[in-house]
């Protein structure tokens, strides 16, 4: 299968997962993950339509994105790897989106940057649900008393939270205690679900899901 009608039927997926939760299918934005994938390859999708990318390294972003986006206005591109402070500068003036915000030196980085470029990426903080020590994201303990310190320490406005499920476990039981922590602090985007379970996430309130191989292939 192409890359397009791949992404046709990840939208058909997802319109149908929205129905089944009785969702609106206007509130779930597929960031489509082209991580590894080269320009070439991400064009054919450009042009059928998809705007919102996402990509896992800053680095490798920072080499395609910025000439696929001269030439295609209204991308929207998303970081959804693991961040670190020193490349906040670069990540805030290319990204749309942070879904890995997860530490304090983090958000002091970001929140300096914010302020300096005048930019307002939308800001994710990610939920470690899996407690996995290899894996970021800030334990579901400390969750609640990390998100208060954005806003009261660092004036970081978070909208949402992220997480990634443990390979080997069911999903459903992490996205269902993110949206937990997301609706007891008030958090209304909720990135979750990926090629293998984007519509468990959706019935489960997820506002992002961030779909690679399904539409570009196996890496
Ligand atoms: C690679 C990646 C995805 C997409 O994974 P697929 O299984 O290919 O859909 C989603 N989220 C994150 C954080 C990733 O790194």
Redesign the pocket.
């Known amino acids: 299968m192409t890359a397009t009608a791949a992404l046709v039927s990840v939208r058909a997926q997802i319109a149908r997962a929205c129905k089944d939760a009785n969702r609106n299918s206007a509130e779930v934005t597929l960031?489509a993950?082209s991580?590894t994938f080269v320009a070439e390859a991400i064009e054919p999708v450009i042009e059928a339509g998809q705007r919102v990318f996402?990509e896992?390294r800053v680095q490798e972003a920072k080499g395609k994105w910025p000439a696929l986006m001269q030439k295609h206005p209204g991308i929207e591109l998303h970081l959804?790897?693991p961040l670190q402070s020193n490349k906040a500068k670069e990540a805030v003036a290319l990204f749309d989106a942070i879904?890995?915000v997860d530490r304090d030196s983090l958000c002091e980085a970001l929140a300096k940057e914010i302020a300096a470029q005048k930019r307002a990426p939308l800001l994710f903080a990610q939920i470690n649900t899996g407690a996995e020590p290899q894996k970021a994201g800030v334990l579901p303990e400390a969750a609640d008393a990390f998100l208060k310190k954005c806003a009261d320490v660092h004036g970081l406005k978070i909208s949402g939270l992220?997480c990634?499920p443990p390979a080997e476990e069911a999903p459903g039981p992490h996205f269902a205690l993110t949206a937990k922590i997301a609706r007891r602090n008030g958090l209304k985007l909720l990135?979750m679900g990926?090629?293998?379970d984007?519509a468990d996430a959706i019935l489960l309130g997820a506002t992002h899901v961030?779909?690679?191989?399904?539409?570009?292939g196996?890496?």
Do not use: L
């Open positions: 960031v993950v991580k996402g896992n959804i790897g879904h890995s992220m990634i990135s990926m090629s293998a984007f961030r779909v690679g191989s399904a539409i570009f196996g890496r």
